[in-house]
């Protein structure tokens, strides 16, 4: 469930990207300690279907020097065109940096010289290039009257876009008083970065990811789905993991309460190459999505192949492991997915290295509740350690979980109900020292056993 907040209410709060980007958001390096600001980008219709660009720096000017509000190596992905949807302006955030308070009179947004543009009826991008760019990098500047107490928002004007040849003229402007013009969504984002300052217990954690010298705060719950990039169990959050997180941000607080978290398993600084989508088609060799999202590339088309094989991981909506077949049943046509790994720009096709059903936390609203509010499926075996029949409980000590922030090792409460179905027998025949496989909704520190498998040595 998207929520839908008041532009008038822009200056208190943090909209979501349209779309997702390679590196993190926030402050360089370069700038001092100040006010906690945010910058956005949103756009007026064009002639245009979509408009993919590359943001790699925010920068702000004021007579006394620069700062930088936003950086990234890789650059963020936002397709421009997204953000204004039939009449409805949409707000795209970008990150949220520390700068001095004080006045500035210029906002400087350097992109990637190469846009991909697709026009309105047409599902082939054209590849151009930004008429005026300096090398690989393309910069837009207008005038602003920031102060540094409130929101940065960038508006760029796709309908004064124009394309000559292969050449892009584009032009911005600040938005950042638009007041109460229109409405948008606020819709979870992707971010990426390094665990530091990790503190709580599962599942309830909290702490910081920093890419590019930027830093943003994090927060987990219960209802946070937590993976392994390469769908293996027992997904564990350490300092020093390189992780990816999908979430929304709490207005006030500036938190990333975290719907998903994936930790990267393997060469965890191996640029991510991503394509985020809705299925149009499945086969036996993979899917056809329309593009919404990307990171670490940029889109030649409004469609994208994505092909699996034989070493494809596959993740359900909670984080569980799952097989191409039963992925399949679960990505129909409609049903959002994402997929990493190799591009393939002249066909059009990313070969996945993994697969995962994309649910964004729907119903969430950046509140700081991660998952939206709802219970969370999850997976988990151990060995059972009491027995309560007339509570129809147990509890087990757990030695593999997915889908899930808990911790090996620990004790986990069961509860069943009329419903819960047994391979064998009833919880009155569960006896302790039993190994058990359990699927159930998690929430409250009790698992809620939809399913119970006693695998009597098996």
């Given at each position: 469930m998207n929520t839908t907040f008041k532009a008038s209410l822009l200056a208190a709060a943090l909209a979501i990207t349209i779309g997702c980007g390679g590196g993190s958001a926030g402050s360089g390096s370069n700038v001092s300690t100040g006010q906690k600001v945010g910058f956005f980008v949103t756009s007026t219709s064009g002639q245009y279907s979509h408009v993919w660009v590359?943001?790699?720096?925010?920068?702000?000017?004021?007579?006394?020097?620069?700062?930088?509000?936003?950086?990234s190596t890789n650059g963020k992905s936002i397709d421009l065109s997204s953000l204004s949807q039939s009449g409805k302006q949409m707000y795209a955030a970008l990150g949220v940096g520390n700068i001095p308070t004080k006045s500035y009179s210029q906002v400087q947004i350097s992109l990637d010289n190469s846009v991909t543009v697709i026009p309105t009826g047409s599902t082939q991008g054209t590849t151009a290039t930004f008429a005026g760019a300096t090398g690989t990098t393309k910069t837009i500047a207008f005038s602003t009257t920031a102060n540094g107490t409130q929101p940065i928002i960038a508006k760029f004007n796709l309908s004064q876009w124009s394309i000559k040849g292969n050449q892009v003229t584009a032009t911005a402007s600040d938005d950042s008083d638009s007041g109460g013009a229109g409405t948008g969504t606020q819709e979870p984002q992707d971010f990426e970065g390094v665990v530091s300052n990790l503190t709580g217990t599962a599942p309830t954690l909290s702490f910081d990811i920093t890419e590019d010298g930027s830093t943003t705060h994090v927060t987990t719950d219960a209802t946070t789905t937590i993976a392994n990039s390469d769908g293996s169990a027992n997904p564990v959050l350490a300092n020093g993991a390189k992780v990816d997180v999908v979430g929304t941000v709490d207005a006030t607080s500036l938190v990333l309460a975290a719907s998903s978290v994936t930790v990267r398993v393997g060469n965890s600084g191996q640029q991510i190459n991503r394509l985020v989508g809705t299925v149009a088609s499945s086969s036996s060799t993979g899917f056809v999505i329309n593009v919404s999202g990307c990171e670490g590339l940029l889109p030649s088309n409004s469609t994208a192949n994505i092909a699996v094989t034989g070493t494809t991981t596959y993740l359900d909506a909670n984080g569980i492991s799952v097989t191409f077949a039963q992925f399949q049943t679960l990505a129909v046509t409609g049903t959002k997915i994402s997929a990493q790994g190799a591009y393939d720009q002249p066909s059009n096709t990313l070969t996945a290295t993994s697969i995962s059903i994309r649910t964004d936390g729907e119903g969430g609203n950046g509140g700081g509740n991660g998952g939206g509010g709802g219970d969370h499926m999850a997976q988990v075996q151990g060995a059972v350690t009491s027995v309560d029949v007339a509570n129809n409980a147990f509890v087990i000590t757990i030695s593999e979980y997915e889908g899930v922030a808990l911790s090996k090792g620990a004790s986990l409460s069961v509860a069943v109900s009329n419903t819960t179905k047994f391979n064998t027998g009833s919880i009155s025949t569960l006896a302790v020292g039993n190994k058990v496989e359990l699927?159930?909704?998690?929430?409250?520190?009790?698992?809620?056993?939809?399913?119970?498998?006693?695998?009597?040595?098996?």
């Open positions: 590359n943001v790699k720096q925010v920068s702000l000017s004021s007579p006394s020097g620069s700062v930088t509000l936003f950086k699927l159930g909704s998690y929430a409250n520190s009790v698992l809620t056993a939809s399913s119970v498998n006693i695998q009597n040595g098996d």
